[in-house]
Nanobody, 117 residues
Framework: QVQLVESGGGSVQAGGSLKLSCAASLDDFSSVYMAWARQLPGEEREFVASVNEDSGNIYTSNSMDGRFTMSRDTAKRTVDLQMNNLKPDDTAVYYC??????????WGQGTQVTVSS
């Protein structure tokens, strides 16, 4: 059974930083598309960043204004999301998700990030 477990969420003041981590119980982790998404209060989930399973290239949504950086550690089977210069508008539940080559998508339970002004 595939499990994705996020950690690292919490409360921070505007301008602060947080690092989220997602641990994946995937045997073929290095060949799986991994990504982060977030859901702001009252809105639909939006894409944040992803890592290509073949090239390892990382793509980050322009909406993050260069403040977020995703990384992958294939040995540890984790993906991280470093978030800097956080703003109150970044307050959301952040989710890790994975898609394997068969097209199956798996979601973590989400971790809350709250940024106060």
């Amino acid at each position: 059974q595939v499990q994705l477990v996020e950690s690292g969420g919490g409360s921070v003041q505007a301008g602060g930083s947080l690092k989220l981590s997602c641990a994946a119980s995937l045997d073929d982790f290095s060949s799986v598309y991994m990504a982060w998404a977030r859901q702001l209060p009252g809105e639909e989930r939006e894409f944040v960043a992803s890592v290509n399973e073949d090239s390892g290239n990382i793509y980050t949504s322009n909406s993050m204004d260069g403040r977020f950086t995703m990384s992958r550690d294939t040995a540890k089977r984790t993906v991280d999301l470093q978030m800097n210069n956080l703003k109150p508008d970044d307050t959301a539940v952040y989710y890790c998700y994975a898609k394997n080559r068969a097209g199956n998508i798996y979601w973590g339970q989400g971790t809350q990030v709250t940024v106060s002004s």
